[in-house]
């Protein structure tokens, strides 16, 4: 997606240029909504679609566009959460938010080959985080949206509540309600440094498909999680327990001698990304706890690995 693909030309029209210049403040509310980067495109070019279908009298009776474009995004987002929840249902295997490299390693478009516009990218903060994306799927689409617009992007309730269509008590409840799922799932926070040390270690491993140094590595009752859509192959069900484990990605490694694994930025944390002939296959966000790995997040959807492709 490109600033081309946008109505207009911004700079003749200084009004325009306001307006495109909320896209990135939508991305990454969308993201964070939905963990899907097709759906947070639909949901901007539907939400930009809404504004250009007013006439010129009605967008300047608009105290704030940039207020009303997120109002109808977030709404749009509540309508998609409520029907992603009956998609997944039919989705094949497990579904993991799709994955986002570091800013400097975002490759191309969904379209492949079209670079992405800086204004594009999703800021990578711990909102992002994939164990946090994963918490808040197990939210009501209510409180992942009074959560995220409340605590991630500070709006008032107030204006949360005519988002969500609820009293703002009754947003306030909703945040709480999602905010006690997170401490519930929360533990020590690891340094970026400590993390990444680990994840090293884990690579190394794997490599050397040493059983022993994986279980070292991997908390007692640590999981492993993969998707594949139905596109590509991928474990049914999550792996549960070190040894389990382990033996896993050890086996991969056997049946796939010629995959080379690369330490990357997954989501703004620590990561590893798998190729096969310099071709992306899978990429992996690890949870860290303490000095353990907890859960182990695999993507090998294709669709949802487009930004990490080689154009």
Known sequence: ???????????????LSAIMSERRQLINLAYRLLGSMADVEDVVQETYARWYAMSPQQQE????????LTTVASRICLDLLGSARARRESYVGEWIPEPLPDRTE????????????PADRVTLDESVHMAFLVVLESMTPSERVAFILHDVFRYPFGEVAEIVGR?????????????????????????TAQHADI??????????????????????????????????????????????????????????????????????QPGLVAQQDGVTVSVLALDVIGDRIKHIWAVRNPEKLRPWMTP
């Open 167 to 191: 009293t703002p008590a009754a947003c306030r409840q909703l945040a709480s309600s999602a905010r006690r799922r997170i401490r519930a799932s929360q533990s020590p926070a690891t340094s």
């Open 61 to 68: 009776a608009i105290e704030s566009p940039g207020g009303w």
């Open 199 to 268: 994840v090293r270690a884990f690579k190394q491993a794997w490599e050397a498909k040493d059983v022993a140094a994986l279980i070292g590595l991997l908390d007692p009752d640590a999981t492993a999680i993969g998707d594949g859509g139905g596109i590509v192959s991928a474990v049914a069900r999550p792996i549960e327990g070190n040894e389990q484990v382990a033996h896993f990605f050890t086996d991969v490694a056997g049946k796939a001698p010629n995959m080379t694994i690369l330490e990357r930025s997954v989501n703004g």
């Open 106 to 117: 975002w490759i191309s478009g969904r379209s492949g080959g079209t670079p992405i516009d």
């Open 1 to 15: 997606m490109s600033t081309s693909s946008w109505p207009g030309d911004d700079r003749l029209d200084p009004g």
